[in-house]
């Protein structure tokens, strides 16, 4: 299994410009989160996904959107970028149920606005 | 009602000492109490985790202490080695539902040799 994989690994964009950032789970996971990393600031909760074909808003979703149409992938959009979302971005996933809770973890994309 | 505070910063500690980190919480639904560690250019990976019907739970050298009347939980890290240094992250949920992590701020440890 390669767990959650996500690409592209850096990226630079300038003010304005538009991406998207991929995710893909291959542990069939319903779950799945967006996460931003800021130095000091811990992560915070962008969007996720209890399924697929159902996402919602988390703690930090303005200037973001999300779609889900696999059970495996979780795409990140970014449709003007600002130097606000110079950032690095996680992915992760996780099992349904009490059960769960450990979310696993993307490497991470690299992200700057210029 | 969502924070979830963690304390130091950063630390410092010698190789074979005991690294403490600490994490308070305020929201009561909380039932799920993660630490991650996570090393430069990769993602967090879990730790160790521990539910509120217990006050301790051990693996090797890394215990998490939690108290449920105070809303706070500890990670001690015994024997603490090189291999050690890392930022680690306190994190809450409510298992119920989406299970949405809320994380502390980080802690950068540095073991010194």
């Known amino acids: 299994n390669a767990g959650v994989t996500q690409t592209p690994k850096f990226r630079i964009l300038k003010i304005g410009q538009s991406m998207t950032l991929q995710c893909t789970q291959d542990m069939n996971h319903n779950y799945m989160y967006w996460y931003r990393q800021d130095p000091g600031m811990g992560l915070k909760l962008i969007y996720y996904?209890?399924?697929?074909?159902?996402?919602d808003k988390g703690e930090v979703p303005n200037g973001y959107n999300v779609s889900r149409s696999t059970t495996e992938d979780f795409p990140l959009r970014l449709e003007l970028a600002a130097p606000s979302q110079t950032s690095v971005y996680f992915c992760?996933?996780?099992?349904?149920?009490?059960?769960?809770?450990?979310?696993?973890f993307g490497p991470g994309t690299r992200l700057t606005v210029t | 009602q969502q924070q979830v505070k963690q304390s130091p910063q950063s630390l410092i500690v010698q190789k074979g000492g005991i690294s403490i980190i600490n994490c308070a919480y305020e929201?009561?639904?909380?039932?799920?109490f993660p630490w991650y560690q996570q090393f430069p250019g990769k993602g967090p990976a879990l730790l160790i985790a521990i539910r509120p019907d217990v006050s301790e739970k051990k693996e090797g050298r890394f215990t998490i202490s939690f108290n449920k009347s105070a809303k706070q939980f500890s990670l001690h890290i015994m024997d603490s080695q090189p291999g050690d240094s890392a930022t680690y992250f306190c994190a809450a949920s409510e298992l119920q539902g989406a299970q949405k992590l809320v994380f502390g701020q980080g802690t950068r440890l540095t073991i010194n040799p």
């Open positions: 996904s209890v399924g697929a074909g159902i996402t």
């Open positions: 929201n009561t639904a909380f039932d799920y």
């Open positions: 992760a996933s996780s099992w349904t149920g009490l059960a769960g809770g450990e979310q696993y």
